[in-house]
């Protein structure tokens, strides 16, 4: 354990409430200068009139689809309470947990590293961590809440090693302002409707840190259960409903999945429930409950990563044409008809019908992927008169 994780994870064993531990169960930074728009890379300050690419047009016949450029941007929850293990211990007063027990951060950080070390060069990936990095301990809101502009690691093929890095040279620490994150992520890769975005939450607990909630009758995330106990109590505040709209945003009117991880051990229903709820909002929740992936070994959590970026790296496709009619195509996979399934159970469905994207879901993404074959997707569409 690094000196700095040591400091920041032996605060939580002297049991201080104040914000600098407000993460319940709930950078670094610098943009690649080599990114480019091709693997969803947008320098910082960068601004576009509109995406690099336009709407497709509608027009009619049979077109093959191709393999979608699939850029993935991790959100990943560095709050003082990823310096737990997977079962809730906290770290004792010298910052340390038992022999042979990982904390959530390092086994996040080992699951990612294994699962997605094979995608390296096929899906330009990026993160945002959040909050900020602060100094060890308790802080004022404004630190342990801060979120900054931008992401740390812009999106593009490669970037295993510098996400990995995060890991390794920086701590959990502060609060957990999940909203604010997802909606400067899902703002910064907005610009690049035309290839297949895909957001990946990775969180071990509640959001809050809303300074505008009600302290006297919010629901607490903090461990003393009362928010108005406490100077900036507001800031422990569950941000459940803002977080859910903001996730239902990037889903529904900036087109970008979200999928949603949840990491740890099962805390309080309406912690639970949060999580669920924007699973459901960011449309890529799991077909059955608990509605998000739920982590609770690391053998769950490099299952759930794994699963996750498989589908996003072999089952999104573009159409070079796209009917003005969401069902005015005929999808097919070596010469078989799929059905359209809005429920993505196991069919295809848009990701943005306006830009030609859709998706494979259930056995039909395993088709589409081929199990290591080639498999031709096609789609016959009919154009309005």
């Not at 943005?352 to 998706?359: C, E, N, S, Y």
């Amino acid at each position: 354990m690094s000196s700095r994780r040591f400091l920041a994870a032996g605060f939580f064993a002297l049991g201080l409430t104040s914000l600098g531990a407000c993460g319940s169960r709930t950078g670094l930074f610098g943009t690649d200068p080599a990114a480019s728009l091709l693997d969803g890379g947008i320098p910082d300050g960068a601004t576009f009139d509109g995406p690099p690419d336009g709407a497709v047009k509608c027009t009619p016949g049979r077109f093959t689809l191709d393999l979608a450029i699939a850029q993935l941007m991790f959100v990943i929850d560095r709050s003082g309470s990823m310096a737990f293990s997977l079962d809730g211990r906290q770290p004792d007063r010298l910052g340390n947990l038992p022999p042979g027990v990982l904390s959530r951060w390092d086994t996040l950080r080992d699951s990612l590293f294994q699962t997605i070390t094979p995608f390296d060069n096929a899906l330009a990936m990026g993160a945002k961590f959040y909050p900020e990095e602060s100094a060890p301990g308790p802080a004022p809101a404004d630190e342990a809440c801060r979120t900054d502009t931008g992401v740390g690691i812009a999106p593009a093929r490669g970037n295993v090693k510098d996400i990995i890095n995060v890991f390794d040279t920086s701590d959990p620490n502060g609060g957990t302002p999940t909203a604010e994150a997802l909606r400067l992520a899902a703002q910064y890769i907005s610009g690049t409707r035309g290839v297949a975005r895909t957001m990946i939450l990775a969180t071990d607990g509640a959001p809050n840190c809303n300074g505008d909630l009600d302290a006297e009758r919010c629901t607490c995330t903090a461990a003393s259960g009362n928010c108005a106990s406490s100077p900036g109590g507001e800031f422990n505040c569950l941000d459940d409903i803002r977080s859910v709209s903001v996730v239902r945003d990037i889903f529904q009117n900036m087109k970008i999945p979200v999928y949603v991880i949840g990491i740890g051990s099962t805390e309080r229903p309406e912690f639970l429930k949060v999580l669920d709820d924007m699973a459901v909002a960011g449309g890529r929740p799991r077909a059955t409950t608990p509605r998000h992936y739920n982590v609770q070994t690391s053998a769950d959590l490099t299952a759930a990563l794994g699963s996750i970026s498989d589908s996003i790296a072999k089952c999104t496709y573009l159409t070079p044409s796209a009917p003005t009619d969401p069902n005015a195509i005929n999808v097919e996979i070596n010469g078989k008809t799929i059905a359209r399934d809005p429920t993505h159970t196991n069919g295809w469905d848009w990701v943005d019908q306006a830009f030609g994207t859709l998706a494979f879901f259930g056995q039909a993404c395993v088709v589409a992927s081929g199990g290591g074959t080639t498999s031709q997707v096609t789609g016959v569409v009919s154009c309005e008169k």
